[in-house]
């Protein structure tokens, strides 16, 4: 969508006035109620709302007293040329993380047209976001810390959320990250509580303080109100600012402008009547086919003219039932644009959403916006993060445009202060969980891909590879607990014939256990690390989600046989090309992530459950002795991409004992036992204590590693190997003390870093203030 800059000017004047007059509104309603006073208001018009909050009266929003630090608004073109704006947006900037992808898309797309377009750039605008939300602390430049606030990646906003605070360098949280103590929001980290000065939020106005407006909400923290009237915190925009986008203030703007500006508006609404006033509601029950009604609470419109007999007089009840909470408008048909579709340009309907920050005595403007255009041509536009389409926004200059970084080296003082590096428990957790979910898929994946292996080699050592195929089917149902499988009821049959029962293990999502069941979890851990994931191995993730799903679509189609020649060997390739995606990430994690906190918790996830993995195949199937050990050792060690390690050092058929060696004791091997406890040894010690102390005897978590790693350190490959009544007991016996201190492990560490009790809390809290004082 082009704009030329003589006609931005002017919408640029426009909206700052009207951010002005919406910024001056909401103070007044907040403090000395003028408005109201003077009968430019009807009370009624404020007080009868939900979205006004008492308790946010006489609240100062920040140390320049000013309320609006951002503004949006909806703009459309009426049949006479001229913009309206069809809403006006405070709560949180919505669509400007989408306006700045579609940015960064489109600029890489079309760099030539891009560059010669003289396009102006969007830099300047987040910088001056940057600018303003340090200018809100209370706190000095280099103490204070500024965090985004999201409701989670159930959002359909989350993407947005993660994007934008992945480009300014904010920390991410969630209502569950930060903690309010003695007047003052905190944010929980692995370090102790981390006081928080600005909050950006991006959640509803009565979720943010579940002490004070809503009790039933788990997306803010207890106590934030308190926190903002203490001058201990500011949060953007004020919690309670969601009052002015009320539909109904659309009717008093022009009137207001004069009173507050001295000035008419320059960009209006569409004609508005307020229900609550008698003569106003009568015009609108006289006029429903050809007015919008809108909801006071809600962004929704209601087109009457498309209403049958029966919802028209729901609507008209409503109406007078409840009258203060509706609006009419005039219909103002939204101009449109065009779009390629079908390989032909068509027409179709577009609002242009504009977004403004606070700067100093003004208000900058971000020079373009988003365009989001209407699906279908009869269809309402839709919100970007509800599937809606959209397009960048060009404001062209007449002249070359500076190229701006929003990393400019006068604003590099100020802009590194907004993520110090701090780690949230949660994300922690998260980091964790993706580690272990990692290696547990790739542990499945190079199990089923043996298995699949050995059902589709046609060689003339048939009779034993049909033999060590049973073990590894009885593996997989042990390793993906997927039970009754090839170990439970109706096992033989399935024995007999497993290909349905292995695509199930496969590709079947619902069944717990599953590798696809799996994979979900593995790819909601990534979601819920937008903000830390780099683009390249969210590329491998988005590849291994789109290779699933291709192949449970191909199963799914009508007439493919599941259990034909064709499917196997569909399914092996697309095992093939998923441990390439986690060889891909595994690198890309040692070689492209810092090696800080976070990474070490996805380092400490990954030995913990590759250790755990290793210790449930060998016990499925080497502990007992079998005629067939040789060639089951060979799958074994295949599995575990040790084959060729073996046949370089020993160049002998499979033993045991050698096989054992390779597989537990030897610490070169990225896939022994020893080698995964050693490093889990060492990087618990690198993460913080709970404790005052961080050598081993205050350190529950490091004792544990280090207890498995010296069992395993103790044991002799001979006695390991050795067996007794067709069973390796010694092997058992390592197996089964593994098998007791690992998972206590893992309980530990959820217990010391992912669950951070009231008792934690308060006694870092404790700590810090004695320090201090």
């Not at 007059?21 to 006073?37: A, H």
């Not at 014939?497 to 590798?515: A, C, H, V, W, Y």
């Not at 690198?686 to 069992?711: E, F, K, M, V």
Request: aromatic residues 6%; negative net charge; proline residues 4%.
């Amino acid at each position: 969508h082009l704009i030329a800059s003589d006609e931005w000017r002017e919408i640029e004047r426009g909206l700052q006035q009207r951010a002005e007059l919406m910024n001056l509104i909401l103070t007044d309603l907040y403090g000395p109620r003028e408005l109201l006073r003077k009968n430019l208001l009807p009370p009624e018009l404020i007080f009868s709302q939900n979205a006004f909050l008492p308790q946010c009266s006489d609240i100062e929003p920040g140390p320049d007293k000013r309320f609006l630090s951002l503004y949006a608004a909806d703009l459309s073109r009426a049949p006479d040329g001229s913009l309206v704006v069809l809403q006006d947006r405070v709560r949180a900037p919505l669509g400007v993380g989408y306006a700045l992808e579609n940015r960064m898309v489109l600029s890489r797309v079309l760099p030539s047209v891009f560059r010669d377009s003289n396009v102006h750039r969007l830099a300047l605008f987040f910088r001056a976001l940057r600018s303003r939300l340090a200018e809100l602390a209370w706190r000095p430049h280099d103490e204070q810390r500024i965090v985004m606030l999201s409701p989670g990646p159930r959002s359909e906003g989350y993407f947005e959320h993660a994007y934008l605070a992945k480009y300014l360098g904010y920390t991410l949280v969630e209502g569950a990250d930060l903690t309010v103590r003695d007047g003052r929001a905190w944010l929980k980290t692995l370090d102790g509580l981390q006081p928080v000065d600005v909050i950006l939020r991006w959640i509803n106005d009565s979720s943010c303080d579940p002490l004070e407006l809503n009790a039933g909400s788990h997306l803010g923290s207890a106590g934030l109100l308190q926190a903002v009237r203490l001058r201990n915190l500011t949060v953007v925009n004020p919690i309670g600012c969601s009052i002015i986008e009320n539909q109904a203030l659309h009717a008093y703007l022009p009137k207001l402008a004069k009173h507050f500006l001295g000035e008419s508006l320059l960009l209006p609404s569409p004609q508005t009547y307020w229900c609550g006033l008698a003569q106003e509601r009568d015009h609108v029950l006289a006029n429903l086919d050809r007015l919008l009604i809108h909801e006071t609470s809600r962004a929704e419109r209601i087109h009457p003219a498309t209403l049958s007999a029966e919802q028209l007089k729901q609507l008209r009840q409503n109406i007078l039932a409840n009258p203060n909470h509706y609006v009419g408008q005039d219909d103002c048909p939204c101009s449109t644009t065009p779009v390629l579709l079908d390989n032909t340009l068509q027409a179709r309907s577009f609002v242009l959403r504009t977004f403004l920050v606070s700067s100093q005595n003004d208000y900058t403007v971000l020079p373009g916006g988003l365009t989001r255009v209407a699906t279908a041509p009869d269809d309402p536009v839709e919100a970007v993060q509800y599937g809606g389409i959209s397009k960048d926004t060009w404001v062209l200059a007449s002249e070359p445009v500076r190229q701006v970084s929003l990393l400019s080296s006068q604003d590099s003082g100020l802009y590194t202060l907004g993520d110090r590096g701090e780690l949230p428990s949660r994300v922690a957790e998260s980091l964790f969980w993706l580690g272990r979910y990692a290696e547990r898929a790739d542990s499945v994946i190079r199990l089923l891909r043996a298995v699949f292996l050995n059902l589709l080699q046609t060689d003339s050592d048939q009779n034993v590879d049909s033999n060590c195929l049973h073990y590894l089917l009885q593996a997989v149902t042990q390793l993906t607990e997927t039970y009754p499988g090839f170990v439970g009821d109706g096992a033989a049959e399935r024995l007999a014939n497993p290909d349905q029962e292995l695509l199930s293990i496969f590709l079947d999502k619902t069944r717990s256990g599953s590798l696809a069941h799996t994979l979900q979890g593995l790819l909601y851990s990534v979601s819920t690390l937008r903000d830390r994931i780099s683009p390249d191995i969210w590329r491998v993730f988005n590849d291994i989600d789109e290779g699933l799903q291709e192949i449970q679509q191909q199963r799914s189609k009508p007439g493919l046989s599941t259990t034909d020649s064709e499917m196997l060997n569909t399914a092996l390739d697309e095992l093939n090309r998923l441990v390439t995606n986690f060889a891909a990430f595994s690198g890309l994690a040692m070689d492209s992530m810092t090696h800080g906190q976070g990474w070490r918790f996805l380092m400490i996830g990954r030995r913990l459950e590759r250790a755990q993995q290793l210790a449930h195949l060998l016990r499925a199937t080497v502990v007992n002795v079998t005629e067939h050990d040789s060639a089951l050792l060979e799958y074994i060690l295949l599995i575990c991409d040790s084959l060729m390690t073996y046949r370089r050092r020993y160049r002998s058929a499979v033993n045991t004992q050698a096989a054992l060696d390779i597989l537990l004791l030897d610490e070169a091997n990225p896939r022994a036992m020893s080698y995964q406890l050693r490093h889990l040894e060492a990087d618990l010690l690198q993460i913080p204590s709970d404790t005052t102390g961080s050598s081993y005897q205050h350190r529950r978590d490091s004792r544990l590693a280090l207890q498995a790693l010296t069992c395993v350190r103790l044991a002799q490959t001979d006695q390991l190997a050795s067996a007794s009544d067709g069973e390796r007991v010694q092997l058992a016996a390592l197996l089964d003390e593994l098998d007791h201190i690992l998972p206590e492990l893992s309980n530990t560490l959820t217990g010391t870093y992912f669950i951070l009790t009231e008792q934690r809390q308060l006694g870092r809290l404790e700590q810090d203030q004695r320090e201090q004082g």
